[in-house]
C-alpha cells in the first residue's frame, strides 16, 4: 500500500488534458478498479482509505487554483471517466485563515 506524488500541474488546456487522460488511461490498464477525486491532503485521504481496500494511490494534478481543478473535473468527465468519481473533497472555503494557502490534488486510487 503505497502514496505516490506524479502530479503535474498548469493551466487547464488540450495538452493538460490529454496528459492527464494517458496517464489515468495507464493506471487503469494496470488496476482492477479506479476511483477518481480531488481533495486539498493527500495524506490525510490516504491514511483514511488505505485500509478499506485501495492498495495505491497517485496524485496526478496539483493546482492552486479552484477554477483549474474545476476545468479539470469538467473535462475528466466528458472525456467518459464520469462513473469513476468520488464525491470531490473540497475545503470549506469559509474557514479559511486569511493568508492561508490552499491546493487542490487531483488523484488516483487504485485496487
Known amino acids: ?3 505516490r506524488w506524479r ?5 487547464p488546456g488540450n495538452r493538460l488534458f490529454e496528459r ?3 496517464s489515468i488511461e495507464r493506471y487503469r490498464d494496470r488496476s482492477q478498479s ?4 480531488l481533495t486539498t491532503d493527500p495524506t490525510r485521504l490516504w491514511s483514511e482509505r ?6 495505491e494511490m497517485v ?8 477554477d483549474f481543478a474545476a476545468a479539470v473535473e469538467k473535462d475528466l468527465i466528458a472525456r ?5 468519481f468520488t464525491s470531490w473533497n473540497y475545503e470549506l472555503l469559509g474557514e479559511r485563515l ?6 487542490y490534488y487531483v488523484y488516483l486510487m487504485m485496487v
Open 1 to 3: 500500500m503505497i502514496l
Open 7 to 11: 502530479e503535474i500541474g498548469g493551466r
Open 20 to 22: 492527464l487522460h494517458g
Open 34 to 37: 479506479i476511483e477518481i477525486g
Open 50 to 55: 488505505r485500509y478499506q481496500g485501495w492498495n
Open 59 to 66: 496524485v496526478i494534478y496539483s493546482t492552486s487554483t479552484r
Open 80 to 84: 467518459g471517466w464520469g462513473e469513476a
Open 98 to 103: 486569511p493568508g492561508s494557502y490552499i491546493r
